[in-house]
């Protein structure tokens, strides 16, 4: 729509840009611009970037691209690409990757924090919280009767250690992990610590299974539960 009147504007130089921009919620800005042809009425147009910057004030005799100083774009990348390399840096120092059963045979990997001092045993691994509240096991089974026969090692285990099992707690489940199937057996009992609980988690993965035991004390469950989660998450076909 043309302008039929305009107020005087005598500051802006002829024939140049002032262009105005300014910051706007979600890292946006909006760019207003008063141009002078010499021969048409000022007009004010909107543009809108989604660029980071400043409140800028630009009066060029071109129209420019606004954006970041080139020195801010290096060090904002830099910065940027050192966080990401520390953070993959500490994950993998804190955990070590096992494969399941065995590096020979592997179906799967996973990766387990170092400070639960986890240990190779017979097709998987092993591993204990430090403050000993939380017991984790993962073995692979490659039949309905090799499974059957290490669940069977699981409960011989726990009774070894004196867990008081109540039989009417036991529930089942079933669901996903990364995308495979699971199983779960969980029942609760009580050991030398208190009230403690002992979930079996039988993970799909091709054609074998994936027998992860969890036994921990209750009351300490929530100092441990993103590790367990990360253990979970962590956790591929090869």
């Not at 801010?72 to 690409?81: D, N, Q």
């Not at 057996?185 to 299974?209: A, N, R």
């Amino acid at each position: 729509m043309r302008a039929t009147s305009a107020p005087p504007l005598a500051l802006v130089p002829p024939r140049k840009t002032i262009r105005i921009t300014h910051v706007t919620a979600g890292s946006n800005l909006t760019c207003s611009e008063i141009h002078d042809s010499g021969e048409r009425p000022l007009l004010l147009t909107h543009r809108r970037w989604p660029l980071p910057g400043h409140l800028l004030l630009n009066n060029t005799h071109t129209h420019t691209h606004i954006a970041a100083h080139p020195i801010m774009k290096i060090k904002t990348l830099f910065t940027i690409a050192t966080a990401a390399f520390c953070l993959l840096n500490a994950g993998s120092l804190s955990a070590k990757e096992f494969k399941l059963p065995n590096a020979d045979f592997a179906i799967a990997t996973v990766d387990i924090p170092k400070s639960w001092k986890p240990e190779a045993i017979d097709n998987g691994v092993e591993a204990q919280t430090e403050d000993t509240s939380f017991y984790l096991s993962i073995v692979a089974a490659g039949t309905g009767k090799s499974v059957d026969e290490d669940i069977s090692a699981t409960e011989d285990m726990i009774k070894e250690h004196k867990v008081k099992i109540d039989e009417s707690s036991q529930k089942t489940g079933a669901g996903k992990v990364n995308g495979f199937e699971t199983k779960s057996f969980t029942i609760k009992g009580k050991d030398e610590d208190g009230p403690c609980t002992v979930t079996i988690l039988l993970v799909s993965i091709k054609d074998k299974v994936l027998i992860f035991t969890y036994w921990f004390t209750d009351s300490e469950l929530s100092k441990h539960e993103k590790e367990v989660d990360a253990i979970q998450a962590s956790l591929k076909a090869s």
